[in-house]
């Protein structure tokens, strides 16, 4: 297997979205969320961000976004700051066309857009609701009567009906004129905040959600409430379905009949007849999220999209769900915030997932090929390791910091990973797991509780459905402090253990007997790996070093130094050749185990990068941080070796070719080549050939050069300057191309301190030929003064 040498960024997955709105294109096919100062663009068919408007930079300040809106049949997005600005974006040029003050007197919460586009209304924490004439810019109206700040805020969808509704902390929804400015119209009947505000089409008829747990159909114009629904729960969303757009499943449908889909605190969606008063369907819990054993997640966001007839929720751990309204089936998953990425496992045939443990209890399983998730819910707090083998690449075993070790199952067939055996044997955080490698007999465990212990697994897992049961053949109480890692040799006889106590422990595999203890680093040592090929143990250490032992001497045999801070994850790589680290400075590094070098430095993430897994194939390698970035690097080595061939290729074929111009005095053609080679020396000797002809000849051919061939020759020319034997040529190519920036026709950057650094050398050459021109004068008055002298002499 051939040595690597570079790694390059395939794709990298970070947060999109960390709270606040969340808003949809009418096509489907975009996601615009909130993070931060910025808003993430995202594309649903590939699940990743294609831009982020408002990115900053190091040195800027992060202006906050409070809220934002899509406008202009969404190729325009209105943002407001905290810096009480609204900003103007299209989106898709990633540009910012206009900002202005916003006039309100504290955040924004609310903005919304009429549907003609023309209008916008916002409506803040003032309790005040303002009007804006997008064509001017200008503030046409204030409305009053709310209280408190804003939390609803809607145009009516008919336009010929020129109303604008919202809702604050008073619980009234109110109702005014665009034209006049007056309230028309005061809908009183939620004691509660008021969420969502839903139009039914014929224009009459409006249902409000709210915390107060009850839905109200409204007649618009008597203003007055036709049914109040208790929904037993706070709902935070609610959208109005069609009859014809209802669920297939849903027999029973009237085309008068108000149906509206509603979600909250329970999680659940579930649909409603308004009129009747009547739950005509639940979600099923386990659409929800398709592994989830108990409970729910709270929604705090509804969105409908009733041109392709989906819709998404919006979790309160940023999950983004989308579900096709047609069968409730759950299309796709997208995660919003990872928060610290801890262990990352390859899983299926040919590595097609990847699980990912995230300071949740929930572990997210990812297709690599659509980055779709799913989450794998069971444990009760964080997990905190996650452990696969090659001898069965469906199964996963996750431990966490609810003491329990969870043993999942992946189904080929369905993509779904279900849980089939969990168990509670450690009276602590389990903070790493490993399973055999040539079978699936037994996995060990090692926990914050110091002990180690090995567990019976099944061979035959897909016979097992929830029922495998989970016991401990051995215990040890293995260090003296905290345990960092466990992990099992590829022949599955060994057992090697790192911790806090500054060392790492082998031991065997059949009976947990301790075989030898490895001493020599000067801080906890955080991860052990076994050599595939030889009988060598890696360990790496809060120390900053790497060190490689000797399974049988139980010596060190070599020692890795460059990380500056400590080294927290080790993969061997290459048949066993080299090794891959990565450390709390945000950096990978790629090593050569037979010289012991540093090959390669990976640098993309921000702080401690916790984890990284090897491909099977050593194609890929995934690393995941404190940073929340999941990063994808993809093996380049031979991409750059075929580069560097081809490079070497063309340097020798236009070699050739420029001795071939220069032995047939083709100079001009000589000149262009070797400008484009980048070769200074070259140059200057077809200038100085140049030169020995005309200079007006020199200096026509320089006005016929690109301009990035006059620009590569100025460039020549200042180095040459720097040489006094060398000044003439430069000086007279400097001259020409200087004329040609007095004339306008080369701009090039940064001219101004290229040519600063000029004017010392060309400087102290005109001293010197000054002075070599006054003693050459001097020289010549000295001669003619003595030539009477000696015609005196000659004539005597």
Known sequence: MSIKEAFEV????GAFYTGGDVQWSADAEYLFCQKGGTVSILSVSKSSVISSLGEIGADQQEDTINCFALGDNDMSIFTHHKSGLFKLWDWKANKLTKLWKSIHKGPVTRITLSSNNALMASGGSDSSVRLWNLQHHACTHNFKGLQGVISVLEFHPDITKQLLFGAGDDTKIHGWDINTGQEKVTLSG??????????????NYLVSSGRDRVLILWDISSGTSIRVLPVYEGIEGAFIILPKSLPAFIKSRKSDNIYIASAGEKGIVKIWEMKAG??????????????????????????????????????????????????????????????????????????????LATNSCDIKLYDVASMNCQLLCGHSDSV??????????????????????????????????????????????????????????????????????????????????????????????????????VTISPNDKLIATASQDKTAKLWSAENLQLLGVFYGHRRGVWCVRFSPVDQVLLTTSADCTMK???????????TFEGHESSVL????????????????DGLLKLWNIK?????????????????????????HI?????????????????????????????????????????????????????????????VLKIIEALLQKRNNELVEIIRELKPARKEALLRCAISWNTNSRNSHAAQIVINAIITEIGTQELQIPGLSSTLETMIPYTDRHFKRLTKLLQDLHLLTYTVNRMKPDIISIDTK
């Open 278 to 355: 009547k739950l005509i369907y639940t979600q099923d819990d386990s659409l929800v999220s398709p592994a989830k054993e108990e409970g729910s997640l709270s929604i705090i966001d509804l969105l409908y999209n009733s041109t392709h007839n989906v819709f998404a929720v919006v979790s309160v751990d940023h999950n983004i769900i989308i579900h096709s309204l047609e069968s409730f089936e759950c299309k796709k998953q997208l995660v919003g915030y990872s928060d610290e990425i801890l262990d990352v496992a390859y899983l299926g045939a040919n590595d097609s997932h990847i699980a």
């Open 384 to 485: 905190l390791a996650l452990a696969t083998t090659p001898a069965n690449v469906n199964l996963l075993i996750s431990s966490s910091k609810d003491n329990s070790v969870r043993v999942w199952l992946f189904d080929k067939e369905t993509t779904r990973m279900s849980c089939i055996g969990h168990a509670v044997r450690h009276t602590a955080s389990i903070s790493s797991v490993a399973i055999s490698q040539t079978s699936t007999k037994f996995f060990s465990t090692v926990a914050q509780d110091s002990c180690l212990k090995l567990w019976e697994l099944s061979n035959n897992l897909e016979s097992h459905k929830q029922d495998l049961s989970l016991s401990t053949s051995h215990t040890v109480l293995a260090h003296q402090k905290e345990m960092n890692c």
């Open 569 to 584: 994850r080790g993969e061997f790589l290459s048949h066993g050749m080299q090794l891959i680290t990565s450390g709390g």
């Open 190 to 203: 939620h004691f509660s905040k008021v969420t969502s505000l839903s139009f039914h089409e014929n224009g």
């Open 595 to 619: 010289t012991s070098e540093c090959v390669s430095t990976l640098d993309q993430h921000e702080s401690h990068v916790w984890t990284l897994v090897v491909a099977k194939d050593e194609k």
């Open 548 to 558: 490689l032992w000797s399974l049988t001497e139980l010596n060190c045999l070599k």
């Open 10 to 13: 395939e794709c990298k997955h």
């Open 622 to 682: 995934i690393s995941g941080g404190s940073d929340s970035l999941l990063v994808i690097w993809r093996d380049v080595t031979e991409e750059k070796r075929a580069q560097a061939a081809q490079e070497q290729e063309r340097l020798v074929f236009e070699e050739q070719k420029l001795a071939n111009l220069l032995k047939a005095e083709e100079l001009q053609a000589a000149l262009r080549l070797a400008l484009k080679m980048e070769r200074p020396l070259q």
